[in-house]
């Protein structure tokens, strides 16, 4: 298992919640789709607005952390953000493959930051830190993330993961058999991160069969 860490400098409302698992990985998954992502989206489209999104508020206390650590959040929207306001949009989801479409449920549901990374891709110890000015990754869709005052994970190989826009080295692809979920938490109680881990838990169990998983939340 990769062993995470928290950067002694973080602000103490940061905390990741951290599932780590084996499974077997498609390219699609329809019932999944129809049973869970659909009629979430068509929820949103149906309920939420953009002032919904401003006023909520999980997606306060995160824009709030991003600009302690220096980051403008409407230059850089926290990834739960940019999904939120996509459906709100009515443009929808891609279909990328099982896990990530999960993720992105999750996202949705938890209304934060979540990224899935392949474990096979990325070192043993991990560390949530902040960006450095000049630090830059090839984004997934992006040509260069500038990494400077936001959150990162990193590895002995430098960063691979933020709450904004992931790499292209740890991104998951159907070949995926190892997998770490990261729930970036901004301002979360206890009870708060053991109901999200618990769902986690009960989604992945239920559509993608994982093995070998194992649950944490990584705080101060």
């Known amino acids: 298992?990769?062993?995470?860490?928290?950067?002694?400098?973080?602000?103490?409302?940061?905390?990741?919640?951290?599932?780590?698992?084996?499974?077997?990985?498609?390219a699609n998954d329809t019932t999944f789709w129809q049973a869970e992502l659909n009629p979430l989206l068509a929820d949103i489209q149906a309920h939420d607005s953009l002032e919904t999104i401003r006023s909520n508020p999980a997606i306060q206390a995160t824009k709030q952390l991003y600009k302690r650590l220096g980051k403008d959040p409407a230059r850089f929207r926290p990834s739960s953000d940019s999904l939120?306001?996509?459906?709100?949009?009515?443009?929808?989801?891609?279909?990328?493959?099982?896990l990530v479409d999960l993720n992105n449920l999750l996202s949705l549901q938890f209304k934060l930051p979540i990224g899935s990374y392949d474990r096979l891709q990325i070192g043993d110890t991990v560390t949530l830190s902040?960006?450095?000015?000049?630090?830059?990754?090839?984004?997934?869709?992006?040509k260069a993330v500038?990494?400077?005052?936001?959150?990162?994970?990193?590895?002995?190989d430098g960063p691979f993961g933020s709450p904004t826009s992931d790499s292209t080295r740890a991104m998951i692809t159907p070949e995926t058999t190892q997998a770490a979920l990261v729930i970036y938490m901004f301002d979360v109680t206890a009870a708060q991160a053991q109901q999200m881990q618990s769902e986690t838990a009960t989604i992945l169990n239920q559509y993608l069969q994982p093995s070998k998983l194992t649950q944490e939340w990584l705080h101060r």
Do not use: C
């Not at 298992?1 to 002694?8: D, H, I, P």
């Not at 500038?146 to 002995?156: I, M, S, Y």
């Open 1 to 26: 298992m990769t062993q995470f860490k928290l950067a002694a400098q973080l602000p103490t409302e940061i905390s990741l919640g951290i599932t780590q698992f084996t499974f077997h990985n498609q």
């Open 84 to 98: 939120w306001r996509r459906v709100v949009k009515g443009k929808g989801l891609y279909q990328i493959n099982a």
């Open 130 to 142: 902040v960006g450095q000015t000049g630090e830059t990754y090839a984004g997934i869709g992006k």
């Open 146 to 156: 500038n990494l400077e005052h936001l959150l990162v994970l990193r590895d002995q």
